[in-house]
């Protein structure tokens, strides 16, 4: 079955420690997407891409790094310099275009401590 | 910048009463809109989705959503809520490069 991958689902860090979250989709979606989720405030755009070697900053990219190096995969950087890293992140694909919906992988919950 | 309100944070209604749930947006255009669902610790399901035409539009396990252009509004609803509805419903609206702009979500609690 075609889906978003998203791996681990639970994940602890020490403070001061970088981090990759990984995310693979085989839908053949050309854009991708990672979001951050916080009770009470919805999801907030962090980093997306629409093609392959291409990727734009969201609404709160601060202490976040991407890449996009093949078309299935968009793994997802917590650096050091998140002030606050502890959330739950959900990764999404679309096919980019026409107002096509996204597709959401089941979300991992990273905790810094 | 687009937004989205869901001015509901929590709504708990009865098994069998009817659902709506509250979605207002800001948006130039014609906008592209859509409701999601979220079980705990889940990631999100498309609902449905309204791009253009009829204004009632239909999605998945019993769901309907009218788009009111006048009030800039696209609330949810259902007849009768299931238990199994119990779950937080996120509205998004559709930014340029194909980006979801979200509410920040009601928690539907159902009483049996």
């Known amino acids: 079955d075609g889906g978003i991958t998203q791996s681990p689902k639970y994940l602890f860090r020490k403070e001061g420690q970088n981090v990759t979250l990984s995310c693979e989709q085989n839908l053949n979606h050309d854009a991708m997407y990672w979001y951050r989720q916080d009770p009470g405030q919805g999801l907030r755009l962090i980093y997306y891409s629409q093609i392959v070697n291409d990727f734009q900053k969201g609404d709160i990219a601060e202490g976040y790094s991407v890449s996009r190096e ?8 917590v650096t050091s310099a998140q002030k606050n890293p502890t959330a739950f992140y959900l990764c999404a694909s679309s096919e980019g275009q026409g107002g096509s919906p996204l597709h959401f992988g089941n979300g991992t919950r990273l905790t810094v401590t | 910048a687009q937004s989205v309100t869901q001015p509901d944070i929590h709504i708990t209604v009865s098994e ?47 769901f309907e959503a009218e ?46």
């Open chain 2, 67 to 112: 788009f009111k252009r006048s009030q800039s509004s696209f609330n949810l609803r259902k007849p009768s809520v299931h238990w199994s509805d119990a779950a937080e419903y996120f509205c998004a609206v559709l930014e340029y490069g194909n980006k979801l702009v979200f509410g920040a979500g009601t928690i539907l609690r159902v009483k049996s």
């Open chain 1, 70 to 77: 093949k078309k299935e995969s968009f793994p997802l950087t």
């Open chain 2, 16 to 62: 069998g009463a009817s659902l709506e749930l509250r979605c207002n947006y800001s948006y130039g255009a014609t906008p592209y809109l859509f409701w999601y669902v979220q079980s705990p610790g889940q990631g999100l399901q498309l609902l449905l989705k309204y791009f253009s035409g009829d204004t009632l539009v239909q999605g998945i396990k019993g």
